[in-house]
C-alpha cells in the first residue's frame, strides 16, 4: 500500500494557474502508474489524467486536454498537476491516485491507492 498526499490547492481567478502535487511514501512510486481524478459537489467523480509508470506515456479528459499537464519524479515519489487556464467548471476536490496494475487508466476502480484530496476552486 502507498500513501498518497495532495496539496497546491486554492482559490484562483478564471484563466489562472494552478499546480497540484502529490507525495507518496510507503512504497516507491515508480512501479505504479498514476492518475488524477476529481470530484465536483453533487456530481460523480471523473478522470482527469494520468501517467504510466515510466512517465513515457500520459492520458488526459478531454475537458482538460491542452490545458492540464501530468508528470512525474519517481526519484522524489512524486506526481505532479500543472492546470492552466483555469475555468470555473474545474472546480473540484482533486484527488491523486496510485496503481499497481492499470488496466483502464480512465477507470477509477483500476487504482488501488488513493489520497485525501484537495480543493481547487476557480472564480469566474
Known amino acids: 500500500q502507498v500513501q498518497l498526499v495532495e496539496s497546491g490547492g486554492g482559490l484562483v481567478q478564471a484563466g489562472g494557474s494552478l499546480r497540484l502535487f502529490c507525495a507518496a511514501s510507503g512504497r516507491t512510486l515508480s512501479s505504479y502508474g498514476m492518475g488524477w481524478f476529481r470530484q465536483a459537489p453533487g456530481k460523480e467523480r471523473e478522470f482527469v489524467a494520468a501517467i504510466s509508470r515510466s512517465g513515457g506515456s500520459t492520458y488526459y479528459a478531454d475537458s482538460v486536454k491542452d490545458r492540464f499537464t501530468i508528470s512525474r519524479n519517481n526519484a522524489k515519489n512524486a506526481v505532479y498537476l500543472q492546470m492552466n487556464s483555469l475555468k470555473p467548471e474545474d472546480t473540484a476536490v482533486y484527488y491523486c491516485?496510485?496503481?499497481?496494475?492499470?488496466?483502464?487508466?480512465?477507470?477509477?476502480?483500476?487504482?488501488?491507492?488513493w489520497g485525501q484530496g484537495t480543493q481547487v476552486t476557480v472564480s469566474s
Open positions: 491516485a496510485a496503481s499497481k496494475s492499470v488496466l483502464n487508466v480512465r477507470l477509477g476502480s483500476s487504482y488501488d491507492d
